[in-house]
Structure formats: C-alpha cells, structure tokens
T-cell receptor
C-alpha cells in the first residue's frame, strides 16, 4: 500500500517570499490533515478536510496561510508571505473516513527554513 | 490545548519492558486514547488506541485505568528501533469529525 506522499522534502526561502507544499493522500482516504511541527514540539493541526470541504481550520493563520483540496484528493498548503517563525516541518496525514476512531497515516513532511 | 500529560523523557535498556505513562484526567466518555510515535526525521506513526478495555497488537499493549483518567503504553521488549518520541493523544470529536491534538510527548531513549 502506497503511503502519504509529500513534496518537496526540503525548502529554503527568504522571509516575505511565498511557498507551496503538496500532499497526495492514500487512495480512498476521505480525510486529510495538515500539521505544523516546530522543532522540539508536537505537531499542531492547521487544517482538516473531509473530502474537499474544510472541517476545522481554527488554528490556520488565515492572513498568510491557505490550503485547498481540489476534487477531494491532492492538497496544497501555501504560505504567502512567509515569516521567520514559519520555519517548521509541515506534515500531511490522511485517514479513511475521519468520523470514527481510526488511525492517521502521516507523510514524511516538508522541512521549511525561512531565512 | 493538549489534554494529556506525559513525562518529557524516559530511558530504558534494550530487551527490557518499557512502561510509558499518560494522564488524561479531563477525558470524556466518548474520547478514545491514541498513541503515536515519531522516529527521527519521520512523520508520526500509529501505535495503538483504545476506549475502555486493555488492547494488544503486534507493536505494543495499552493498559487503561478503570476510571480512564490515565493509561500506560507497554513495549514488551524494547529494541534500539523503539527509540522515538511517543505521543499520548485524546481523540476528540469536532463538528462530527475526529481531531487528534498532540502534546509534547515522551522522548524514549533505549540503551544497548
């Protein structure tokens, strides 16, 4: 079974630039999550999709972060403009339905460095 | 807004059992207890989850207190590959969908 695919693996940008991350969930998984993990901390949920609708984006800094999930499959997370404090690993996860207690499958993440 | 409390770090020896504790005193009746672990440079990996009864799988066992305010993840025979950060998480239901809120986790070191 193919896992959650994320790209790029690493990204280095300067502050005020824009950046985009891509995620391809496991086939058939309806729920997709984007987490931000700052060094030394646990992952923080940014946004959660059920198919292509947003379920929870309460922790997403909407003045600079945006995310979309077209056709209920792939997803893109964008930051514009980036700040130094956005340096983190961005993790994408998916689960089959998201309505019951089921496990999440995580990708390896995109490590972002903002200089 | 993590709802679990774990020790920051623990240390054990290879081939010995490891008991990782977690307190979740505000747990509600519908909250499942999930455990994930994160190896260096990887995304978190599911370990086990349970509601009320103790659970076993090929990776670990989960012992849940009778009042459900605490639980313990048990690795029966630790190997060097078990060195990771272990997260104890309560599965919440928000707007009809599950949500996992990670805390700081416990960094487990395994000595050869």
């Amino acid at each position: 079974e193919a896992g959650v695919a994320q790209s790029p693996r690493y990204k280095i940008i300067e502050k005020r630039q824009s950046v985009a991350f891509w995620c391809n969930p496991i086939s058939g998984h309806a729920t997709l999550y984007w987490y931000q993990q700052i060094l030394g901390q646990g992952p923080k949920l940014l946004i959660q999709f059920q198919n292509n609708g947003v379920v929870d984006d309460s922790q997403l800094p909407k003045d600079r972060f945006s995310a979309e999930r077209l056709k209920g499959v792939d997803s893109t997370l964008k930051i514009q403009p980036a700040k130094l404090e956005d340096s983190a690993v961005y993790l994408c996860a998916s689960s089959l339905v998201g309505l019951t207690s089921e496990k999440l499958f995580f990708g390896s993440g995109t490590q972002l460095s903002v200089l | 807004d993590a709802k679990t409390t774990q020790p920051n770090s623990m240390e054990s020896n290879e081939e010995e059992p490891v008991h990782l504790p977690c307190n979740h005193s505000t747990i509600s009746g519908t909250d499942y207890i999930h455990w994930y672990r994160q190896l260096p440079s990887q995304g978190p990996e599911y370990v086990i989850h349970g509601l009320t009864s103790n659970v076993n799988n090929r990776m670990a066992s989960l012992a849940i207190a009778e009042d459900r305010k605490s639980s313990t993840l048990i690795l029966h025979r630790a190997t060097l590959r078990d060195a990771a950060v272990y997260y104890c998480i309560l599965r919440l239901i928000i707007q009809g969908a599950q949500k996992l809120v990670f805390g700081q986790g416990t960094r487990l070191t395994i000595n050869p």
